[in-house]
């Protein structure tokens, strides 16, 4: 196990969901996918990668921008039911975590660091996988329903900070999409943006790593902060 001084370790780590801690991306790629042909229009790649990380809202204005039609009020709600149906049924089936993810949170336990999750997916559809993550491994857990604006807003992860009676420079944000990193950095927190598919642009004030495999608290607060931490490495707890 790594232990870092306490005023070396960030004092709370703000966690992503999907693409960060379990490979759901995939899943939500089918049912995008399959959502936009219904809608007429096959999705592209470039706008696939805008949707990424967004919230319900978000992800319909995009997709209505691109189709051309406007969604709102009963279809909105119709076509919301259908997405979170559908990939609610592939997570059931195929669910597995992200490289690193579950190494990481076993140290959090190990060393006792508080821990909050913040995703823009909706509660009813964040159930699959944090039965998957378990739910008691985090202090807090925020999602997409809880605020009045999702990522790429703050607003996330200024409830999460709130919640855990923390200011968000206190905090270490991991992140695999544009609109999360930038959501993350908006709101002030230190930012480890890890994409999760190719092709994804830097974020300014984020700090980009390629895979979450083999990053640790330590790490978190080495990549996050440019400060070298002293670490002293004992037997591993993982």
């Known amino acids: 196990m790594t232990s870092i001084a306490i005023d070396q370790a960030p004092a709370a780590i703000c966690l992503d969901m999907d693409g960060t801690l379990v490979d759901t991306e995939r899943l939500w790629d089918i049912a995008v996918y399959e959502l936009a042909e219904h809608m007429g229009r096959p999705l592209d790649e470039a706008t696939?990668?805008?949707?990424?990380?967004?919230?319900?809202?978000?992800?319909?204005?995009?997709?209505?921008?691109?189709?051309?039609?406007?969604?709102?009020?009963?279809?909105?709600?119709?076509?919301?039911?259908?997405?979170?149906?559908?990939?609610?049924?592939?997570?059931?089936?195929?669910?597995?975590?992200?490289?690193?993810?579950?190494?990481?949170?076993?140290?959090?336990?190990?060393?006792?660091t508080r821990v909050a999750l913040v995703t823009n997916t909706t509660a009813d559809v964040a159930q699959v996988p944090l039965e998957f993550i378990d739910r008691s491994r985090f202090e807090v857990v925020v999602t997409g329903c809880m605020v009045p604006n999702g990522k790429p807003a703050p607003d996330p992860y200024l409830l999460a900070c709130v919640r855990l009676g923390l200011e968000p420079g206190?905090?270490?944000?991991?992140?695999?999409?544009?609109?999360?990193?930038?959501?993350?950095?908006?709101?002030?927190?230190?930012?480890?943006?890890?994409?999760?598919?190719?092709?994804?642009?830097d974020v300014a004030g984020a700090h980009t790593h390629s895979t979450l495999a083999g990053v640790g608290i330590a790490e978190l607060h080495t990549l996050t902060s440019g400060t070298p931490v002293t670490a002293a490495v004992g037997e591993s707890g993982v």
């Open 48 to 112: 696939r990668e805008r949707t990424l990380g967004n919230s319900l809202q978000g992800f319909f204005e995009i997709l209505g921008e691109y189709t051309g039609h406007r969604i709102e009020g009963e279809e909105f709600d119709r076509l919301a039911h259908q997405l979170n149906t559908r990939v609610t049924e592939l997570m059931r089936t195929d669910m597995q975590w992200r490289p690193g993810a579950q190494e990481l949170l076993t140290e959090i336990a190990d060393t006792g």
């Open 170 to 201: 206190n905090t270490v944000a991991v992140e695999d999409s544009v609109t999360g990193a930038t959501a993350a950095v908006t709101a002030g927190c230190r930012v480890l943006y890890i994409p999760s598919t190719d092709g994804q642009p």
